[in-house]
């Protein structure tokens, strides 16, 4: 037995001095593994993919390659795979039939042994074949394993081997591969040394710059950096780099010819196998026509709003499935109210209804929701009690991407049209009133419907006197005044009659202190106009007032004049017929220009008639088109057809009928029509008349938000969009998804609600600084979902501003990257400590020793260092295997952990090696005490499987600044005074020796 012990161990020993190539070693193992075994056949084997491949075989004294390979399944070492542990087979040819190579060497006696991977993965196996039956001992199989397992070794050596070659045979190509396309590659190319120093460029880069590539070498290139954006440039590119990060930002080229580029540029650092920065990469890409797109679309959204503010039209949304809505901010205007105050959705809006039209807007509103139509005209009532005039229409349509029910619509603050209207039609309706007192009483009745005023009156010249008035009628927003007269001296009345027109929209007590009647009746703003009959005489006056300011329209005064020359003639009952037709004209004026565009055609479609508006919109002159067929103008001329069609299901009316039309110029306009047919005095239809509205801008612009609704709402990763307080106004369905929180529990809230207080003031106030001075903010931030769980966010802040700079909103878009973090957590811990025993590994414990002797040559401290390792050691590995070892092992670095200083730093070096920090050590006896403490706990043995273990350390010790003034010093000290200790029996520490 002594003998076979001894041939064990010298085999053991061989089989770790085999070097060379993987394949060498291998057939080398095979002869070696013959010789002792005694076997007729020893076959080595590689498993890949389910398939058996044979490495080599030692058959009879001879060694055999390039066998070939057979599927794993059918032979006995897929047996072996599955069961990780040795297998025995006698008559084993007949076992596995499929197996011509058993067969062949006549096998009747098997046994194989599995050899793994690092991961744990059977990759090869090694079998004994022979005529005979074989007997193996304990210690047989287990050098038969450390030969498998050094064969498994060599396998992955030589995988790793290949896979680098490959790795570098693909590195030299892509490089050269590289140099090539960059001369063709779309963007522009750059590289800068690690001082920015420009060392290449390619010729795109040179055409986008207008410069060669001499002129861009050294800091040539950032003269291609337009003056206006060159400081901007470094100061980013600086930043990007101290911090590591990739650079990226959009700027100008402004070439020796003064040709302006938009480019977006970004780099990235150049680092060599050991991470360290050698330089710079970048690419520039032309943006030029994506910028002019920008600025033109910017420019037209805001000719759009300041189209919606002048003509008071608001668009609004709203989904009938998820009752989310949408509010233009013309809408908000015209309701008087705010986002901040008024969550978008018709709950809100009916809220703002006058009480006498709420039961007319709900029935509307039913009505469309069965397919009727939306088009009214009603009141509201503003948060400051003001009353409007507000015009809505509206329409279902299905979503074609969600395919969901939505509502859209318009309102528009038809108040001033709806006022002149009223008065307009008071005034061509009016018919000579026998009983005077009832015309005075009409007019200023309706003077005051006309500008929405609460007092009107009129007034005329006491007999015989001019500097006194007595009123004819006095409206007092309820109902009708006594009269009374009153004197002119230091009234706005004196001013009307001495200046044709008195126009005071506010104030106008404080103008007129004096008028004592004004500051009784809280007089606030005050139009006045005289009653000036055809043949110049003035006779009175009529005036308005309200104990608020009065908006001053371009009708206001307009309006007020006609009023005063329809109330002059009426009263002097001699007008002219051309006064007549002259105010009528000024009538029509009015008319037409409150208008969009109104058209007429006969009984066959031809126009007969519109307006001039048409001609802006259209672009034909009226004389051209007149007399034309109207279906020549639209794009599709079934669109006629169209209409027709819906003007005889609908009883010969037709609202928001929308087709696109040709201009003159060729491209298109789209339309929105209220049209019916007109009769004669027979009843029998004679044409078309409508009133068409351009929409186009609002057609494109609702198909592009569209557009950017559906890319936010289907986008994987998270956005939220705040004001610039940083109130949140919409999240996409990722943000819900990820925090948890339904929309409607954050619109109106603040980003906050998903702070951790894991992040500290301070990086808040950076987050804030960096996003309120214009900058894009980027970061991984942890955040808590609703449900208070922790996730990391890949953040990125970006501030959007308006036309003149100013900030109007924050927009956020990142992802979680909760596993990513938590795999690189996992990363950095594995490099770190050592898989067996969870202690520090050399790398962490030689980083330690360098933070400390940072701090004690700071603090003029000593730091001492012991390095040991297990006596016999090799002996209970060798005897007992290599799973009793490393159960040793661990135990042995449990009670290490429970002996040490809670300050001090363990760390297990390798193999049974392993090594001990102490900072601050005030003398030797601090060393010799810890030292004293580490061989006690060994003394006592430790029971492993049935196994009572003992074992003791020798210990080395080096203390710092005398033995070392580095962590490699220190270290190596440390070694050579563990085997002094050794030397001199074990089991004892030994410091350093001074030569």
Known sequence: MAGTKKQLKKLHELSLLLSG??????????????EFFNVRVVVLTEIKNQELYFLCAHVDGELKTNLGHVPLAFTPCALVKEGKQGQFFDQVSDIFPQVDFLKQQKAFFYYGVPATDSADNVISTTC?????????????????????QRIAMELERKCSQEKQTLTEQALENSQNQLYSLTNISPAGIFRTDINSQCIYVNELWCQLSGMSSEEASGDGWSKAIHPEDRQLVFDKWNESLNNNHDFEMECRFLSPQNKIVWIMCRATAEKNITDETTGYIGVVTDITDRKNHELENENIHRKLSEAQNIAHLGFFECNLETEEAFWSEEIYRILGTSPQQTDPGFDSFINFIHPDDTAIVKDAREQLEHGGLYNIDHRIIKPDGNESIIHSEAKIYIDEETRQHKIVGTIQDISERKYVENALNALVEFSVIDDMLAFYKSMVFNLAQAYNARFSFLGLFTEGCTDKITLQALWTGEDFGENFEYSLLHTPCSDVLNNQMEMVPENAAQLYPRDTVLSEMGIESYYGAPLITPSGKKIGLIAVMDTKPMHMGHWTKSILSLFAQQIASHIEHGIAKNEIRTSQKKLASILENMQDIYYRTDSNGLLTMISPSGTGVLGYEIDAILGTPLADLYINPEDRNDLLQKLGNNHGRVHNFIAALRHVEGHTVWLSSNAQYYFNEQGEILGVEGVSRDITQQYIDDLQMKKMSSALEQTADMVLITDNKGVIEYVNPMFEKTTGYRKDELIGKKPNILKSGRQDQAFYKKLWDTILSGNVFTEVL?????????????ETITPLKNK???????????????????????????????????????????????RSLTHAKRNRERTAVLFFDLDRFKNINDTLGHIIGDKLLMEIAHRLKNTIREDDSIARLGGDEFAVLVDNVNSENDITHIAQKILGCLEKPILIDDHSLYTTASIGISIFPDDGKNADALLQNADIAMYRAKDLGKNNYQFIQKT
Do not use: W
């Not at 979902?785 to 890949?794: A, M, P």
């Open 21 to 34: 190539e993987p394949d060498e070693i291998i057939r080398e193992i095979a002869g070696m593994i013959a």
């Open 128 to 148: 004994l074949l022979d005529e005979k039956h074989h007997e193996l001992n304990e210690q047989s199989v287990a050098l038969l394993r450390i030969f498998g």
């Open 782 to 794: 942890i955040n808590k979902k609703c449900d208070g769980s922790l996730f990391y966010q890949d």
């Open 804 to 850: 003149d700079g100013k900030i109007t909103h924050f927009i956020s878009t990142g992802r979680d990257i909760s596993q990513r973090m938590e795999n690189e957590k996992r990363l950095q811990y594995i490099a770190h400590h050592d898989a067996l025993t969870s202690l520090p590994n050399r790398i962490l414990f030689m980083d330690r020793i360098r």
